[in-house]
T-cell receptor, first 117, second 118 residues
Framework: ETGVTQTPRHLVMGMTNKKSLKCEQH?????MYWYKQSAKKPLELMFV???????ENNSVPSRFSPECPNSSHLFLHLHTLQPEDSALYLC????????????????FGPGTRLTVL | AQTVTQSQPEMSVQEAETVTLSCTYD???????LFWYKQPPSRQMILVIR??????QNATENRFSVNFQKAAKSFSLKISDSQLGDAAMYFC???????????????FGKGTHLIIQP
């Protein structure tokens, strides 16, 4: 596997279900991100992890719970979602320099298309 | 907070011709990074080109170039000799430069859907 991978690619869940999205990066990066992409809206940053510590939580509802067990893996745990949470969820990674915002690009995964019924 | 505006939801261009995608942004910062990302129908977002705000020279990458107008807060993307493979959603993105911030996310525009006519 190369780059950033995400599983599953498609997920349909009911409002009472609990599911998890998985992201894995094979680039040796030290920062990972979750974005939400809804139709006709800009991509929204949800969570940022740098060196496995969460550095930003963009006021995301608590029904979304991230987990970053190591620098290569990122999860997004989902529970009691709403239909408006249906979207494409994108994971990204980058190599950051501690204490500085770097010029380095973020590499994106293919996304998980989530549908909440 | 910064905002990024892409005023063209959709653009169409004939193959081999040149097209320019518009992007404006709002910020009170003097130093930042700007990016154009491409998202083909397969959905994997890839970087097209990037620009550091302190650099006056416009970035170029082969057929892709930008027109960066800092005072006007404008960052347009020009694609020369358009090819069928250029068909995609194009997103303009802003990244804040905060010396103590470490990792940070991108602020995106809504995107422009580029259609290439054969």
């Amino acid at each position: 596997e190369t780059g950033v991978t995400q599983t599953p690619r498609h997920l349909v869940m009911g409002m009472t279900n609990k599911k998890s999205l998985k992201c894995e990066q094979h680039l040796g990066h030290n920062a990972m991100y979750w974005y939400k992409q809804s139709a006709k809206k800009p991509l929204e940053l949800m969570f940022v992890y740098s060196l496995e510590e969460r550095v930003e939580n963009n006021s995301v509802p608590s029904r979304f719970s991230p987990e970053c067990p190591n620098s290569s893996h990122l999860f997004l745990h989902l529970h009691t979602l709403q239909p408006e949470d249906s979207a494409l969820y994108l994971c990204a990674s980058s190599q950051e320099i501690a204490g500085w915002v770097s010029y380095n690009e973020q590499f994106f995964g293919p996304g998980t298309r989530l549908t909440v019924l | 907070a910064q905002t990024v505006t892409q005023s063209q939801p959709e653009m169409s261009v004939q193959e081999a011709e040149t097209v320019t995608l518009s992007c404006t942004y709002d910020t009170s910062e003097s130093d930042y990074y700007l990016f154009w990302y491409k998202q083909p129908p397969s959905r994997q977002m890839i970087l097209v080109i990037r620009q550091e705000a302190y650099k006056q020279q416009n970035a170029t990458e082969n057929r892709f170039s930008v027109n960066f107008q800092k005072a006007a807060k404008s960052f347009s993307l020009k694609i020369s000799d358009s090819q069928l493979g250029d068909a995609a959603m194009y997103f303009c993105a802003y990244r804040s430069l905060d010396p103590g911030g470490g990792a940070d996310g991108l602020t995106f525009g809504k995107g422009t859907h580029l259609i290439i006519q054969p």
